[in-house]
C-alpha cells in the first residue's frame, strides 16, 4: 500500500481537457469532443479567466430540455465557480478539496488549462490486491 499523501502528484493522474471560449455553441463543441477521451470542457471568459466546467451529464440535460444547440453557447450551460490547482498538488491535497467542494478540479500551469482531475479518476488507481488489500496504483 503506498502513501498517497505525499508520493503522487495530480498531474502524474491528470486527463487532459479541451479548452473553448463562453460563445462557443453547443453544436461546435460536440463535433470538437469525443466524450470518451474527456471528463469535461473547460470554459474561458475573454481574459483567459475559468468561467466554468461543462460535462457529458450537462450535454445531456441541455439536449432533454431540447435547448438548440445551434444557438444555445457555453456559459449558458456550464457549471461556474470551479476550483483550479497547481499540478503540483498532492493526490492528498486533491481530494480534500473534492470533499469540501464536491467538483471537478481544473489542472492550471502558467496561465494555461493543462488538465482535469475527478473523483473517478482517484478512485480508479484503487485496486484490490489477491490477499484482498487495497493498494494504490501510481
Known sequence: VKDM????LVSHVMKNTLVVTIDTTL?????????????CIVVID???GLFGIITRQLIGYASKRKMN???VQAWEVCTPNIITIPPDTTLKAA???MI????HLIIKEDDRYTG???PLD??????????EKLVVNS
Open 5 to 8: 499523501s505525499s508520493n503522487i
Open 46 to 48: 475573454g481574459d483567459n
Open 69 to 71: 444547440f445551434q444557438t
Open 116 to 118: 482535469v482531475i475527478t
Open 95 to 97: 481530494i480534500e478539496y
Open 122 to 131: 482517484i478512485l480508479s488507481l484503487i485496486n484490490w490486491d489477491d490477499s
Open 100 to 103: 469540501d467542494n464536491r467538483r
Open 27 to 39: 453544436n461546435k463543441i460536440m463535433k470538437q469532443v469525443n466524450w470518451n477521451h474527456y471528463s
